[in-house]
């Protein structure tokens, strides 16, 4: 079982950087893919970025392609997400997502075993 923990979410305006990251507990966090999706309100939980259990492989979708980055730490357990030229459109609770023992990055939400609690973004115009 994993149990993830996201942090780093807050207040920010428009052009602003932040720096999301998620603690893993458990066994199978670097035999995991990662993922980060977002919600606002009103709208459906939607795939943000994913990563490869080594790191090697990510996906973004195209509307932060250039601006987010995801990372891992598997020695440290965590997951990381640099988001850079904010713009107010992502405001969101943004959550990590674990797929166990899985190896391709996933889009659907459906496909992932593990959720954190997320952390709100707003990001002010």
């Known amino acids: 079982q994993v149990q993830l923990v996201e942090s780093g979410g807050g207040l920010v305006q428009a052009g602003d950087s932040l720096r999301l990251s998620c603690a893993a507990s458990g066994r199978t966090f670097s035999s995991s893919v990662m993922a980060w999706f977002r919600q606002a309100p009103g709208k459906e939980r939607e795939f943000v970025c994913g990563i490869s259990r080594k790191g090697i492989t990510t996906n973004y979708a195209d509307s932060v392609k250039g601006r987010f980055t995801i990372s891992r730490d598997n020695a440290k357990n965590t997951l990381y997400l640099q988001m850079n030229s904010l713009k107010p459109e992502d405001t969101a609770v943004y959550y990590c997502?674990?797929?166990?023992?899985?190896?391709?990055?996933?889009?659907?939400?459906?496909?992932?075993?593990?959720w954190g609690q997320g952390t709100q973004v707003t990001v002010s115009s």
């Open positions: 997502a674990a797929r166990t023992n899985e190896v391709l990055i996933m889009a659907r939400a459906r496909e992932y075993d593990y």
